[in-house]
């Protein structure tokens, strides 16, 4: 079999690359190692998407993806403000939608076990595997979706050199059952600061967003009965490293938790196989002593239950590969702008570490911009890689890594390709 273009990876960016790519004439295929399309959006239950300013450069599958979504009653747009809260199980049935309307291959369950590039002819030929059977499919173009870089390494591709310090990951969850309107007028009288408590009552359901963590940089209201919880015994104090919840639509007795964070030893690496199996682990049991605070502290809980886990470990980064260009911290606070952009994006330089009080949350105030050459592999022409492997320094990595830009890379290489192609 022969394709136009193979995508390893049906997270944010795959499915992104995928879907423009076919919608525009490409005869595309994308390989998902799950049984699911949406990566990080619907198995890890990232709900919201993060708001960012995007110039509207390469927003087009966004654009189609609220539409979609609008029809399947998948996302809402809380107060005026973000228009990405969509709703992880829905989102499932959405994207299978759209990738069969404009005619992509899918691959399930499936996994690249070896890749070869052809010099002479200048494409790709590679070797899948779907549980015990083999197929073998040459393409002209890879983009590499796989959030590891695993098409990279198959193909000895460099690296960038791997930071001291990395990112906490997460393993976010969802309890059900919960009384809303309990719990909303509650915690709006709680807490009065609307910069982190926010209650809308729409679409006939209420929705609401809350926090609390432990850096002690901002006046947490809910702090008090966190620090109770671990006085009691019912919470250890690593839980409360990071709390936040989120509603979601059509789920109207439900909230989406933004955690729990996983703390690493210092200098521990959540690639390692060993780290990441006991990060699992950990969360699990935290996210168990979380459910139990809940119901014995917060209004509205009582007769709430876990349930949804997330399928997958929420890792903020992992490998980032080498491309023609690379991405630092000092491209992100100049006021640079390439000729070929990716996207522009205002989120916030954003790092989640392992000890109280540490964490980095540094707004730029500007726009900036990644360019097309920071997803294109340095070895080869015809490799690129999106997603929070992109080729960029662990700071400026950690500004582009949220699910928007990485849509936004994911339609800016298949956009690349078919430039190359046509």
């Not at 747009?77 to 499932?92: H, S, V």
């Not at 809350?210 to 966190?226: G, K, Q």
């Not at 992100?332 to 952009?341: G, Q, T, V």
């Amino acid at each position: 079999m022969k394709y136009d273009l193979v995508i390893f990876g049906g997270g944010t960016s795959g499915i992104a690359a995928a879907y423009i790519a076919s919608k525009h004439g490409l005869n595309t295929l994308l390989v998902e190692k799950t049984d699911v399309l949406g990566g990080s959006i619907t198995q890890g239950l990232v709900v919201p998407s993060m708001k960012v300013n995007s110039e509207s450069i390469n927003t087009e599958f966004f654009s189609d993806l609220k539409v979609f979504a609008d029809k399947y009653s998948a996302r809402h747009t809380y107060l005026d403000n973000n228009d990405a809260w969509f709703n992880p199980e829905l989102l499932k049935i959405v994207l299978d939608i759209m990738l069969e309307n404009v005619k992509c291959n899918v691959l399930f369950s499936c996994e690249p076990l070896t890749i070869y590039y052809n010099q002479s002819l200048e494409y790709f030929e590679c070797v899948i595997s779907h549980k015990i059977l083999s197929l073998h499919i040459d393409t002209s173009y890879i983009i590499d979706a796989t959030a590891s870089g695993k098409i990279f390494k198959l193909l000895n591709c460099d690296f960038q050199k791997q930071e001291e310090n990395f990112q906490s990951p997460s393993l976010r969850f969802i309890m059900s059952n919960i009384d809303i309107k309990i719990f909303a007028d509650w915690i709006l009288k709680f807490d009065t600061n609307r910069d982190v408590t926010t209650v809308e009552y729409t679409d006939n359901q209420i929705y609401l967003s809350t926090a609390c963590t432990w850096d002690s940089s901002r006046n947490w209201a809910l702090a008090p009965i966190f620090k109770k919880a671990v006085d009691d015994g019912v919470l250890e104090y690593e839980d409360t490293a990071y709390f936040q919840v989120f509603s979601i639509p059509k789920m109207p007795d439900a909230l989406a938790f933004n955690c729990p964070r996983i703390i690493l030893e210092d200098y521990e690496d959540i690639n390692d196989p060993f780290v990441y199996s006991r990060a699992l682990k950990q969360g699990r049991e935290r996210i168990y002593r979380l459910s139990i605070f809940c119901k014995k502290y917060l209004k509205g809980f009582k007769n709430a239950y876990i349930s949804h886990i997330s399928d997958m470990l929420g890792q903020r980064e992992s490998y980032r590969v080498k491309c023609k260009e690379t991405m630092t911290i000092d491209n992100i606070l100049s006021d640079e702008k390439p000729e070929n952009i990716a996207l522009s994006c205002d989120y916030p330089i954003d790092i989640h570490t392992n000890k109280n009080n540490t964490d980095v949350l540094n707004y730029t105030k500007r726009n900036y911009y990644l360019p097309v050459d920071a997803l294109i592999s340095d070895k080869y022409n015809n490799l690129y890689a999106v997603g929070r492997i992109l080729s960029a320094d662990f700071k400026s990595q950690s500004a582009f890594r949220t699910q928007i830009s990485c849509f936004s890379m994911g339609e800016a290489a298949a956009k690349d390709i078919l430039k190359k192609i046509n």
